[in-house]
């Protein structure tokens, strides 16, 4: 999955599609709470595969962020 979600990220990134991509964080860290909690089976790979998706979402999320110095990136540090 994760080739596919860095397919997802990429193409969000290329869009500045920051809504999608929150909402697509919001949901997997979601979907990571659910999965610890979890006990009658052993989780532990689906954890690892969603902990490896929200580093990829992540990472769009920063390609997302203005470079410090620049006007936008002036007007998001004085919010």
């Known amino acids: 999955m994760s080739k596919a979600m860095e397919l997802i990220v990429a193409g969000y990134v290329t869009a500045r599609d920051e809504r999608a991509l ?46 410090p110095g620049s006007v936008a990136g002036e007007r998001a540090e004085n919010n």
Do not use: F, N, T, W
């Open 22 to 67: 929150s909402e697509l964080l919001a949901h997997r860290r979601k979907m990571l709470d659910d999965l610890r909690g979890i006990s009658s089976v052993d989780a532990a790979k689906a954890i690892q595969d969603v902990q490896d998706e929200l580093a990829i979402i992540e990472a769009g999320m920063e390609q997302l962020k203005p470079p």
